[in-house]
Structure formats: structure tokens, C-alpha cells
């Protein structure tokens, strides 16, 4: 009993979690937020480059986006933000004067978004039906304008779902950035629940780093899955009161 009772004191310390939640909210959540949303979007239109150059007609391309795609899928997650964050870091710092390590955070979580964004922008892509290549094709569209106007834009629409998931995952591993040595200011809801953790003794403060996560990636999930039941069942839709009165009608 003494041991679950210092598992709960350990881990589940109320007081400790409310003393370090408000320096959450206004500096870590911030930043947080920043991280996966900039990545994010960086790494979509990274990802779409990846994706066209891989659906590409040319072999060059296709192999120059494949070889990307493997190496940034195929590398835990931390070594590529260390390579980057504390490889590159000196070299920048030399070359070009840059000392933040917030950027170079960015830069990683980009690097490895686009990766898997791009697969996902390919795979809705090629899902389009030819036929719609092929008609915009007779209607006298370049291969270049029938790809950039019809179908890439409903493949991207396919894939909404999984674009989304993958923002849950950049919120995640934007906990991974803490390796960089962020300044105060610049530190994300994991690296403000370790250093409480590390300052007190006590894990609470990362528990309360968890529930925040939670906090954001639950209500996405439930917006994964709505806009996935949307995308495949349609808008339901509206009942015309000339319509009804048929319904009716027929029943009678």
C-alpha cells in the first residue's frame, strides 16, 4: 500500500500539476502550437513537391523523391532533429549567424512531415480516376493544367484525414525539440514539464504535460473521424417541401 501511495504522490500530485498548468498555457502551448502548425504547413507544400515529383513522368525526380521519402520514414524521429538541430546548428551559426535553435526545430519537424505527407498527397492523388486526367485532356487542358486544376486538387481532398492525423503526430513530436536546448521562451509543453519534474522531484508535471496533449490531439481525432464519416457517407441532403409532399404521398 505504501508503494501505490508513493506512486500516486509521485505521479499524481494535484498541487504540483496546478503550479506548473498556467506557465503551460501561456508559454508552452504557444509554442507548442507554432512548432506543429508551421511544420505543418511547410511540410505540406513540401510534401506536394515530394508527391508530384514522384508521380513525375521523368525518372530523375521520381527517384530523387523516393530516396527522400525512405531515409526521412525510415530514421527515428530524434536523430533527424539532432543531426539537424545540433549538427547543422554550428554550421549555420558560422555561415549564416543563425543561433536560435526554435528554427532549426522547425526545419526538423518539416523535414520529417513532408516525408509522410508527401506519400499521403501521392496516394490521393494516383486514387483519382483517369478518366478525369483523360477528360480534362479532351476538353483541352495541358497535362500540367489538367494535373494542377483537376485531379491533384481532388486527391488532396481524399486525403484530409490522414493530412490531419499527421498533424496530431507533428503535435506529439514537437515534445522531441526539447533536445535542442530551447531558450525559456521558447519552450514547449514536454521541456515545461521536465523542468518542473527535474526542479521538484516529482513527475506530476509531466502527467500534466500529457493531459494537455490529450487536450489537443482528442478533439482532432473526433474531427479525423467526423470528416472521414462526411467524405464517405456525403451531405445529407435537404428535403424540398414539393419532395416531401411526394414522400408522403407515396406512403399513403
Known sequence: MDAFQQFLKTFFDWQAMGEVIPNMLTVGLPNTLILAISSGILGSLLGLVLAIM???RNPIPRWIA?????ILRGLPAILVIVIIGIGLGPILRQTMGITNPFPLGIFALTLMAAAYMGEIFRS???????GQLEASRALGFSYG???LLVVIPQGIRRVLPA?????IHLIKDSSLIYMLGLLASQREIYRVGN??????GNMSP????????????????????YIDKRMREGRAQKIEPDDAAAVVGKGA
Open 54 to 56: 514522384g508521380i513525375s
Open 66 to 70: 523516393r530516396i527522400y521519402t525512405d
Open 124 to 130: 490521393g492523388i494516383q486514387s483519382v480516376d483517369k
Open 145 to 147: 493544367s489538367a494535373m
Open 163 to 167: 493530412l490531419v492525423n499527421q498533424l
Open 195 to 200: 523542468d518542473a519534474a527535474a526542479n521538484s
Open 206 to 225: 509531466l502527467i500534466a504535460a500529457g493531459l494537455l496533449y490529450l487536450c489537443m490531439t482528442i478533439p482532432l481525432t473526433h474531427l479525423v473521424n
